[in-house]
């Protein structure tokens, strides 16, 4: 006699079944170029997280605020050549980049600055250096 409920249509455990559904789900996440964060917050900043993620701004405002703290060297050439020695990060939080521009003035042409890295320098100089490059 047949048991009641829903025909058993894969052979395969449902828990084998919730795996492999996973990993096909992060293979699709993957393909899409999104990456999964884990981040530790205390209680009440990862609720407040979790609630302006669901808000439609929130990756705007999310990419506004990584472009002010952290500076993507590659975009750079003047930055990126300061990096000749040593390693070379991928990226650089602002204020560090800002004390290479700083410690290191005397090796960058003002002149062959793009106009994306001399509003980069400016920016930097008006959050970290208070408005004053120190060269």
Known sequence: MARPGRPRTNPLPRAE???LAKRGQRLRERERGLETVELRLP????????????????????????????????????LRSLLW?????????????????ERHWRFIDEGRLDGREAALIERLKQRHGKGLLNA
């Open 43 to 78: 209680a009440e900043p990862a609720r407040r997280l979790r609630a302006a993620a669901q808000l439609p701004e929130f990756r705007t405002r999310l990419e506004e605020f990584l472009e002010g703290e952290i500076v993507r060297v590659a975009n750079y050439p003047a």
């Open 17 to 19: 079944q919730l795996r």
């Open 85 to 101: 020695s040593g390693r070379r990060p991928e990226l650089l939080p602002a204020g560090e980049a800002f004390r290479l521009y």
